[in-house]
Structures are given as C-alpha cells and as structure tokens.
C-alpha cells in the first residue's frame, strides 16, 4: 500500500525558514503531479503549491516569491522551501501525490509561525 510520509515542520519566528519534505513508500511510479496543501481550523484545504513532471509549478498568489517547491522524479518525492515565513503561514500542512487517477496523502505536519 501507498503511503506518505512527511517531515520539517515546527515552529519557528516571522521571517524564518522551514523545508518540508515527502517520501514514498510502496509501490508507486511515474507520479505525475506533486503538490503541498495547507488546512487551518474551520477553513477550507488550500492548494498552496503543485508541481507536475517536467517542473512546471503553482503557486497559490500569498506564497509566491517566499515558497517553492521541487521533486526528485527518481524517488518520488517532494520538498517545499518556505522562506520569510508569516503568523498566516500557520496550518497543517498535507503532501499530496496525484498518480494512476488516485489522490495520496501524508498525515499532515504543523507549520507554526509565531510573531
């Protein structure tokens, strides 16, 4: 089975730096999009950053210039650098991999960003 598997969360001060990064288990090839998704309490999942095979990238408008994100095709895995971090950066960040018309998921890693 699947699985996805996360790490780099924390807390760190406005204007920090943290990378988060998945990984793969089991049998799963050739994914074609991977991508970070952030949840905060009472809201909505947010698309935060998506990257497709090739390097093509999406970012949503509040992280441009601060957050990107990268894949290693070989592995199968992905990374999101997030810098100059803000308090609004706060959420459980979520891996996802996109692969076989199926949608994966990690467990989710909380991201605190303290002013």
């Known amino acids: 089975q699947v699985q996805l598997v996360e790490s780099g969360g924390g807390l760190v001060q406005a204007g920090g730096s943290l990378r988060l990064s998945c990984a793969a288990s089991?049998?799963?090839?050739?994914?074609?999009?991977m991508g970070w998704y952030r949840q905060v309490p009472g809201k909505e999942r947010e698309l935060v950053a998506r990257i497709i095979t090739g390097g093509s990238t999406y970012y949503v408008d509040s992280v441009k210039g601060r957050f990107t994100i990268s894949r290693d095709n070989a592995k199968n895995t992905v990374a999101l650098q997030m810098n100059s971090l803000k308090p609004e950066d706060t959420a459980v960040y979520y891996c996802?991999?996109?692969?076989?018309?199926?949608?994966?998921w990690g467990q989710g890693t909380q991201v605190t960003v303290s002013s």
């Open positions: 996802n991999f996109q692969h076989l018309g199926l949608n994966y």
């Open positions: 089991g049998r799963i090839f050739s994914v074609n999009i």
